[in-house]
């Protein structure tokens, strides 16, 4: 029997790329042995997530699925030797200039998954992009025949969780609502501190009686130590780090949000805005690499250059303006729908069997 | 939403900040203010200036450390009657060692309270600093508010000189 194992380098709970690959292992264990291996494995996930060097000996005819979107060097090494094919999902990788100041170790690993992309070129059997920006990347480094799939996009997945007391009474301890939330991990190039920035312009300016709730890991201390004196600073009020919230406390915040919004300047896809959508929650985002592509029409797109002036500004329209509240849900759906269509994980499995599995 | 739709909005969202700026609701250079303070606490933080999360943690674990000193030691033993000499013997020990560890228990509750009042002055001095910041600022702000009121009398005078001057002088 043919084995598809998937290899990433780091597994964790609220990870979207190993929500991915948990969604394409269930569809690839159905037809046989598939297993989900990384180099760093959240202890919570180790039922699901195996550690890299558990990986069993291979032949040329199985599969390996490999999710980019970092590097490491022990992964390129173990990618390079072993005898299965090799299908690349690329989801991307963040350039390593955010992190360079704060974070070198970071963005040294960054920089070593883009060289490793030019390492592997030569030895994968099929190339896959979650998103035409990513597809284009590649393509601009020398990969051919890239399909652009969605692979492991499930949006609506929360939509019939059901709520959590506590998350809702924490939204009651901390939160006014109206409150506009952002999902999203704590980093320096997604820009939480410009959402808390407009915030400010909001209670302040506009005497708005807004919140924010930021739901999402502190990956940076740095960050996220700026972040919480950026809100004393300011005096920001209502504001909730949420931190990593289990699917429950998140379908509970996202069913709550009265505006989702991100000013992220990079997104290799960006799904919370789709999770957003999902919830009928409307979207403002910043208009960045893969962002306009992903939401579609379904969102309101600011510019790339947008500050907290005009986020404030926006999220006040969304938030005042019903007709444009409603015509941002209505597309936001549709939206969904386009994107599902494209096949998401079947897209995947089928081309993998088409073009890497023996007949 | 169409594209089209989508420009026009941003296109008013943008007039709104503009006639926000003009009616001095938006001071000019807010954003470019807020990037900078905030990328100066960012540097600040990467040099440790601001953090105190560390001596809270040292605070903590020394307060841990003293609550779980304990005297009395195991009493198993693989000689027979063993456990009975060790317990005896303990007791005794107990009895000398037991106002030791008492005193470390206190030394290390006020280390750790010592720790605490350091981190909180800490703060309240960082507080302190940027209450009399904001004050300066603030005095700043009202010295050149007085200057921009000196400016348009000014220009209001010389607007007068020169209507005056204008205007046919009658012999």
Do not use: C
Request: aromatic share 4%; hydrophobic share 45%; proline share 5%.
């Amino acid at each position: 029997m043919t084995a598809v194992h998937q290899i990433m380098v780091g597994a964790g709970p609220g990870d979207a790329i190993t929500q991915m690959a948990l969604d394409i292992q269930a569809e690839l264990g159905r037809r046989g042995s598939s297993d989900i291996f990384a180099r760093f494995i959240d202890p919570s996930m180790a039922a699901e997530v195996r550690a890299l060097d558990h990986l069993p000996a291979g032949r040329p005819s199985d599969v390996i699925v490999y999710h980019s979107s970092f590097g490491h060097p022990e992964i390129t090494r173990t990618l390079l030797r072993r005898p299965e094919q090799l299908v690349l999902v690329y989801h991307n990788i963040t350039p390593s200039a955010f992190f360079v100041e704060h974070d070198p170790a970071f963005a040294a690993g960054l920089e070593w998954g883009r060289h490793e992309l030019t390492l592997l070129r030569d030895r994968v059997s099929l190339t896959v992009a979650d998103s035409d920006f990513n597809a284009n990347e590649l393509t601009a480094i020398g990969f051919h025949d890239v399909h652009t799939i969605p692979a492991g996009l499930l949006p609506r997945r929360l939509t019939a969780t059901v709520p959590s007391s506590s998350t809702l009474r924490d939204l009651d301890d901390t939160v006014t609502r109206p409150f506009v939330l952002n999902v999203s991990q704590l980093l320096p190039h997604k820009r939480q501190h410009v959402l808390i920035q407009a915030t400010h312009v909001l209670q302040t300016i506009h005497a708005i009686d807004i919140g924010l709730v930021l739901v999402g890991t502190s990956r940076s201390p740095v960050y996220t130590l700026a972040l919480h004196e950026l809100t004393r600073r300011l005096r920001v009020r209502h504001v909730w780090f949420a931190g990593r919230q289990p699917d429950a406390g998140l379908a509970t915040i996202y069913r709550r949000a009265s505006v989702f919004a991100s000013a992220s300047m990079h997104e290799g896809l960006g799904i919370p805005p789709l999770e957003a959508m999902a919830f009928n929650v409307p979207a403002v985002v910043r208009d960045a690499a893969a962002v306009s592509e992903t939401v579609g029409s379904g969102a309101l797109v600011l510019p790339n250059d947008a500050g907290p002036l005009l986020f404030a500004e926006a999220i006040r329209r969304v938030i005042d303006d019903e007709a444009l509240r409603s015509k941002l849900i209505t597309r936001g759906a549709s939206r969904l729908d386009e994107l599902l269509a494209t096949g998401g994980t079947d897209g995947l499995i089928s081309l993998i069997e088409q073009q890497v599995l023996p007949r | 939403m169409s594209e089209i739709e989508v420009e026009e909005i941003v296109a008013g969202l943008k007039r709104q900040v503009a006639e926000r700026r003009l009616a001095g609701d938006y001071p000019i250079g807010l954003e470019q203010q807020l990037e900078s303070e905030f990328q100066g606490m960012m540097r600040a933080i990467d040099r440790h200036e601001i953090d105190t999360t560390r001596l809270h943690h040292l605070a903590d674990h020394v307060r841990t450390t003293a609550h779980d000193v304990r005297v009395a030691g195991g009493t198993d033993s693989r000689v027979p009657g063993g456990a009975a000499a060790h317990s005896a013997m303990g007791r005794v020990v107990q009895r000398h060692v037991q106002p030791v560890a008492e005193s470390v228990r206190e030394l290390g509750t006020s280390v750790a309270d010592a720790l605490a009042e350091t981190r909180r002055l800490f703060e309240a001095q960082s507080t302190a600093d940027e209450r009399q910041l904001l004050d300066a600022i603030a005095g700043v702000l009202d010295r050149l508010a007085v200057l921009d009121h000196l400016v348009e009398i000014t220009q209001d005078l010389e607007a007068r000189v020169a209507r005056l001057e204008s205007e046919p002088t009658s012999t």
